[in-house]
């Protein structure tokens, strides 16, 4: 069973970071390519970022500049170091696989994380 376990959220401060970590686990492909969604309060979720064999994706003009995406092949891990983190980055933010290429399209992923809750304080 493919399994994706997010760790990492918690409360900040705004102009603090987080990193957060995802955990992938029985995938037998090496197609699928990890990324992280976002969901706020009353919102729709939305791509943040993703990383595939050209490199890392991010969807938020937002994050640019303060998130980075990587990935630890040999851990299985993707990922995202948040900082200068503003109240307005506030969700709980969801592991991702879709295969082949990043989408940023709730549609096309087939694996979710739990999700993981972050919240910035001003």
């Known amino acids: 069973e493919m399994q994706l376990v997010e760790s990492g959220g918690g409360l900040v401060q705004a102009g603090g970071s987080l990193r957060l970590s995802c955990a992938a686990s029985?995938?037998?492909?090496?197609?699928?390519?990890i990324g992280w969604f976002r969901q706020a309060p009353g919102k729709e979720r939305e791509g943040v970022s993703c990383i595939d064999s050209d490199g890392p994706t991010y969807f938020q003009d937002s994050v640019k500049g303060r998130f980075t995406i990587s990935s630890d092949k040999a851990r299985n891990t993707v990922y995202l170091q948040m900082n200068s983190l503003k109240p307005e980055d506030t969700a709980v933010y969801y592991c991702s696989a879709e295969w082949a290429f990043c989408s940023g399209a709730s549609r096309d992923i087939e694996v979710w994380g739990q999700g993981t809750q972050v919240t910035v304080s001003s």
């Open positions: 029985g995938f037998t492909s090496d197609g699928y390519v």
